[in-house]
């Protein structure tokens, strides 16, 4: 009997895997499974999909879902210690390998599937329009946001008008790294500045944009960093900027905690639609700056060509 891996993903991504298959990386949901190195993901039990479900798409309902299935035979790979059942590889599998598993959950425990195979299904209703994939960019914008407010404000000082003191560890670090471009900062803010942009790297890939912007994964990854040193800079700016200043201190007025506070803990898809519009703004800005690098990397392209000998009809 074959023994079958099975990876569970969503519907949204399979045309992308359709295109280039399952191959080992750090994915946007390494982090629920602390797993820090470039591995394939699997399980060999459909017993454990719940508990899959719950680690990695607790929110998204069962519709959205696909289960990938492949042939086990001539893949090396190993077993954790795992409660699920996990097991890993760092083998690609291609395309033409693999079935999908549609599923419908009838009841608690019982499913409707349809299994079919991937290079064979057509998958037009599973494609994101342009507004969707912006959407889906922006909300993570928000999440940055937020990730990097509430850690100010949890670090700051709170005062009895209901103000919040800026705690002088974050000044220092906003006004150091406010003034140095981002070749010039230190490997410990690039690392985190690094993390931070892996998973607008992650949707643009899944949604099969990496390939229309005729770049190499490190040049877009390169300008994800620096776009966003550039965002936290300016928004560190304008948050100083409606600061009040007393003896060197910055302390964040009493309404405006209250107004961060809320926007902190909203959704970005239960936003006013002018709030909406900042985060979809900074994704504009991505692919902005992508375009002004490819600019100037053509521009530079030009100069150092050889230049063509005049045609003098001989």
Not at 73 to 92: P, Q, V
Request: some cysteine; aromatic content about 10%.
């Amino acid at each position: 009997m074959k023994e079958i891996g099975y990876h569970i993903t969503r519907k949204g991504n399979l045309p992308n895997i359709q295109k280039k298959g399952l191959k080992p990386k750090i994915g946007r949901r390494s982090n629920s499974v602390n797993e820090p190195n470039k591995i394939l993901c699997f399980f060999t039990n459909l017993g454990a999909i719940h508990i899959w479900k719950e680690r990695l798409y607790k929110d998204i309902p069962y519709e959205e879902l696909a289960i990938l299935s492949f042939d086990l035979d001539g893949i090396e790979y190993i077993k954790r210690i795992d409660s699920a059942g996990d097991f890993f590889t760092l083998s690609s599998i291609p395309p033409e390998n693999i079935n999908v598993m549609q599923f419908t959950q009838v009841s608690e425990d019982q499913y409707k599937m349809k299994q079919g195979k991937l290079t064979e299904m057509s998958l037009e209703d599973c494609l994101k329009d342009k507004g969707e994939i912006i959407d889906e960019l922006a909300d993570y914008e928000h999440k940055k946001w937020s990730t990097n407010q509430h850690s100010i404000l949890w670090k700051s000082k709170w005062n009895e008008d209901g103000s919040y003191e800026i705690s002088q560890e974050d000044i220092e670090r906003i006004q150091k790294y406010g003034r140095l471009d981002y070749s010039q900062v230190d490997e410990i803010y690039k690392s985190e500045i690094h993390n931070s942009v892996l998973e607008t790297f992650y949707i643009m890939e899944e949604n099969n944009i990496l390939d229309k912007l005729a770049l190499s994964e490190e040049e877009i990854i390169s300008v994800l960093e620096r776009t966003e040193h550039m965002r936290r800079n300016n928004w560190n700016e304008y948050m100083l900027s409606l600061c009040t200043v007393q003896a060197g201190k910055y302390i964040i007025p009493e309404e405006r905690v209250k107004w961060w506070k809320k926007e902190i803990v909203t959704s970005f898809y239960d936003l006013s639609d002018n709030l909406k519009e900042y985060d979809r703004i900074e994704v504009y800005n991505i692919f902005s700056e992508i375009e002004k690098y490819k600019a100037e990397k053509n521009k530079n392209e030009l100069k150092t060509a050889p230049s063509v000998p005049e045609d003098t009809g001989r």
